[in-house]
């Protein structure tokens, strides 16, 4: 029999996503260039969160090779990365300071930075160019990725000091296989929605064609500080279980875990469970925690009648920033937005949607209309809107209702935000929300309230506009009416009297 094991070999994870790059967002130029900006800027936010301060970030989008080659600088004012961890945060997958924590932010993975390091080395041979000035120290260097090893390889070091009022990250890489656009999905409209969801953020945009935007901050107030949570028994599945249980540290009895590692785990919660999964032994070493214990002890969780998760680590935008934001950057005739209580999705995962609607204005400048802008934590969410459960929700909703007729053409815009410690996307390429059954319900609520608002303000003017167009409809008549009765009265009115009394009545009348 022929030996069909032979080439029989361990990938790492760097080589795992070197083979299935689209699963990070780079598949199709246009993407692949957003992805990279997607991927710097959101890192710049969320460092800028932790570190409470207004972040302000500059980029550059350059092209080198027509239509094929970009090169991509991110500056930002962050608290930037001290230099021992500097190769592991940018060219090693799966490393980060958010992956398994329960905290609202952006990232999550641990994949984003160094996705890029490795899109750079993968189309152009090239590593990426950093300066990095944290707490006095400006080191810069070259930085790239060891495939085999899923390890950070840098080059070119140097070291200098600096003031400490100078701190930031500073990112550059030249990409292949990219390609700038100025529409709807690409680094332009990525950047303004950013802006329009971050309204506490300054963003800079230097485009390839020699244009600066400039997006400035339009709010002073800081987003409140999303602090970290403990995740909620009925939030976590067999394989997240396992996880905790991995990387949970001195604890001698998994109850002891149980109660320290999830939130309203209480000692009669345990006992409880006790009772519910007599199977497992609640008594041993988290570290002996099976696939099969694990699976057991979620089907116990859902059995226990648990007291809902704290909602205050969901932090929205907030409604009146959400207001000033599109105020500044879409000018329309009309802004409604709704920001909805803290709710809970799969039982244990708290979240927020908040919906803001523009109607008017410059909104279909540009000849489109319907705009869905959908966000998740801040972050815009450009593509894979056909999977999205934000676009389906937008979709389903009957427009026809709230006086939208044609939702499509209509200079109407969506803002449709998901707060949430866990935002459930549909892959690692974060770019679309799945169909969880509570964050949908909750989403169509908040559209249908906003539609509501357009309705009144729309109805309200086709009622100005039937008004006006009746007033001008009886106003043709009265020149000749007048001109009738100052006939029949005879000496005793003249035509020009008849016709200011008659003018007066009917502007009173169509007030
Ligand atoms: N601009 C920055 N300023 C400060 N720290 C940063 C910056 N960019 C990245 N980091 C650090 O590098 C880590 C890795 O970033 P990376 O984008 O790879 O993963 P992530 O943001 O944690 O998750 P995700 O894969 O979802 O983006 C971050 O967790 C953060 O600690
Ligand atoms: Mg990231």
Request: glycine residues 10%; hydrophobic residues 35%.
């Amino acid at each position: 029999m022929a030996d069909i094991f032979g080439g029989f070999k361990e990938y790492s994870v760097a080589e795992f996503f070197k083979k299935n790059r689209q699963m990070l967002g780079f598949s199709g130029k246009v993407r692949s260039l957003t992805t990279i900006v997607h991927e710097y800027v959101t890192n710049s936010l969320d460092a800028a969160g932790e570190a409470r301060m207004h972040p302000e970030l500059e980029v550059w989008v350059e092209e080198v090779e027509k239509n094929e080659r970009y090169k991509v600088r991110v500056k930002d004012n962050g608290p930037g990365i001290p230099e021992n961890i500097l190769g592991k945060a940018l060219g090693m997958m799966l490393a980060g300071t958010k992956f398994h924590r329960y905290v609202q932010q952006r990232g999550q993975q641990g994949i984003g930075a160094a996705g890029c390091t490795m899109y750079s080395l993968i189309s152009t041979g090239q590593p990426i160019s950093v300066v990095s000035r944290h707490k006095g120290k400006k080191v810069s260097c070259k930085l790239g990725i060891d495939f085999k090893k899923n390890k950070p390889v840098l080059t070119d070091v140097v070291r200098e000091d600096c003031g400490p009022e100078e701190h930031g990250l500073d990112v550059e890489g030249v990409f292949a296989d990219t390609k700038y656009e100025k529409g709807g999905y690409g680094v332009g409209e990525y950047l303004k929605r950013t802006a329009i969801a971050n309204p506490h953020a300054t963003i800079i945009f230097n485009s390839p064609e020699g244009d600066r935007f400039v997006y400035p901050k339009s709010v002073e107030r800081l987003p409140e500080k999303a602090e970290e949570v403990k995740p909620h028994p009925l939030g976590v599945g067999a394989n997240d279980l396992l996880d905790i249980a991995k990387a949970a540290k001195g604890y001698t009895r998994l109850s002891a875990m149980l109660q320290n590692e999830f939130t309203r785990v209480s000692l009669n919660k345990v006992k409880e469970l006790r009772d519910l999964v007599p199977d497992v032994n609640l008594d041993m070493s988290p570290s002996r925690l099976t696939w099969d214990d694990a699976e057991k002890l979620v089907v116990g969780f859902r059995k226990v009648k648990w007291i809902a998760p704290a909602t205050d680590s969901v932090i929205p935008i907030g409604k009146e920033q959400i207001e000033k934001s599109l105020v500044n950057i879409l000018n329309p005739e009309l802004v409604y937005v709704t920001s909805r209580p803290p709710k809970i999705y799969r039982g244990g995962i708290p979240f927020v949607v908040e919906v803001g609607i523009a109607y008017g204005g410059d909104i279909n400048k540009e000849g489109k209309g319907g705009v869905v802008m959908r966000f998740a934590n801040r972050a815009p969410l450009l593509f894979d809107a056909g999977g999205c459960a934000i676009t389906q929700t937008a979709k389903s909703v009957e427009w026809k209702r709230y006086e939208i007729k044609k939702f499509d053409e209509e200079p109407v815009a969506i803002l449709v935000n998901l707060a949430s410690v866990h935002v459930p996307y549909t892959s690692a390429g974060k770019q679309s929300v799945s169909s969880e059954d509570d964050v949908v319900e909750e989403i169509k609520n908040a559209l249908m309230e906003a539609g509501r608002h357009v309705q009144k303000h729309l109805s309200g003017k086709r009622r100005e506009r039937e008004k006006s167009t009746k007033k001008k409809a009886i106003l043709r008549y009265v020149g000749q009416i007048s001109g009738d009765l100052a006939e029949l009265a005879g000496e005793e009115k003249s035509k020009k009297e008849i016709e200011a009394e008659l003018q007066k009545m009917i502007s009173e009348r169509f007030e």
